[in-house]
């Protein structure tokens, strides 16, 4: 298979760019459209009768499933476990026989999240994996799985991979909703409708670069950044972190905007920037006390948002518009704006995009 930049410069743009595509594919294989319902394949477990479900990833991944998290817990009511795939095969867990695991992993090989799935299995669990190498060693030893349909992924950050993770995880969370009795007929076509605007309003995302490219001009200057988020902005906050730190390699860190006063409070002043993920909904105004605290410290915001800066109620140095999106799908959209801040910061400073040092694509060993 021979995969091409196209009129890309980097594999990483065309990745970013083939999202509004990629995942209206994952959406046509996981949704019956002409019904407004889920659609998926035979699970190994059944939702109605588990009482937790735990979820285990490395890096991109790993954020992907911390928004799964507040999914399931607020659509299905289901309790969630999120771990860290490293950190989870160590801990010797006692987990009760029949329960449900999941793994998310692009390339279906990294050695921490296969190590965990073995640990599961030991521990009587039903595996049920999304993965986007269909032949892989965590598809192969998985009860079920949900492939994405994101096709190869070449740039080392990963973009698409993680935005068609989410769309599985979301179609996924809505069928738990179902069989748990929290999602009626009703809810169930309105999540769904939310859920077929998402390439459009990915590909509204992607019609003017131009504020990212300006933006990466005061960006690629900052020693340290900071990305805030509340609910499932939050694992949006910290993906964004991770992608400007890999690619631009400027440190960054991605808090809950509830947490900025425990201290990463103490970091600001001028020449820090703090870009906050904040989606008109209904932390907004929790998210907004926040940006307060910040701009009262002179932190330099950017403001990721459908709301009118203006109702901030502080300086804002840059707003780049997002727009309005069921709070369903907003960690989805907002996956975009925080790809293209570190894209073009990366770009601007002539790191290389696709390869960056130090980094693997797939990390096979411990
Ligand atoms: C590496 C890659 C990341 C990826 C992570 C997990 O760190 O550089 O982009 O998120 O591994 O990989 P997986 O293939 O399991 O999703």
Request: hydrophobic fraction near 45%; proline fraction near 5%; glycine fraction near 6%.
């Amino acid at each position: 298979l021979i995969v091409d930049k196209g009129n890309f410069r980097h594999f990483m743009a065309k990745e970013i760019h083939e999202q509004p595509e990629v995942v209206g594919h994952t959406l046509a294989h996981y949704l019956d459209l002409a019904s407004n319902q889920v659609a998926l394949p035979d699970l190994p477990f059944d939702f109605a009768s588990i009482s937790r479900m735990s979820l285990s990833a490395c890096g991109t991944a790993y954020y992907a499933c911390l928004v799964a998290k507040y999914w399931f817990e607020r659509w299905a009511k289901l309790p969630v476990d999120v771990d860290i795939a490293s950190e989870f095969r160590y801990r010797e867990i006692a987990m009760d026989p029949g329960g449900a695991a999941l793994f998310v992993s692009q390339s279906g090989e990294t050695a921490d999240t296969l190590a965990s799935l073995r640990y599961c299995r030991e521990q009587d669990q039903h595996v049920l994996s999304v993965v986007n190498v269909r032949e892989s060693s965590i598809a192969r030893e998985s009860d079920g799985v949900l492939p994405t349909l994101g096709g190869p992924e070449i740039g080392v950050a990963s973009t698409k991979a993680f935005t068609c993770q989410l769309t599985v995880l979301a179609c996924l969370a809505i069928a738990a909703g179902k069989a748990r009795g929290t999602i009626g007929p009703e809810l169930e076509a309105e999540l769904v409708e939310a859920l077929v605007e998402v390439p459009r309003h990915m590909a509204e995302v992607l019609r003017d670069e131009s504020p990212y490219e300006e933006l990466a001009h005061s960006l690629s200057k900052a020693r340290d950044v900071l990305y805030l988020g509340r609910g499932t902005s939050y694992p949006i906050a910290l993906e964004g972190a991770l992608k400007l730190k890999e690619i631009s390699y400027i440190h960054a860190e991605g808090y809950a905007a509830g947490e900025l006063k425990h201290g990463p409070i103490a970091l600001i002043d001028e020449s820090v920037p703090v870009i906050v993920i904040a989606p008109r909904d209904e932390l907004f105004d929790k998210t907004v006390s926040n940006m307060q605290e910040v701009a009262a410290r002179e932190g330099k915001i950017v403001l990721v948002s459908d709301a009118d800066p203006a109702s901030a109620g502080c300086a804002v140095q840059t707003t780049l518009a997002v727009p309005t999106v069921h709070p369903f799908v907003s960690p989805l959209v907002y996956a975009v704006p925080v790809q293209l801040i570190a894209y073009y910061t990366a770009v601007f400073m002539g790191t290389d995009v696709d390869q960056p040092r130090n980094l693997a694509k797939s990390v096979t060993v411990e």
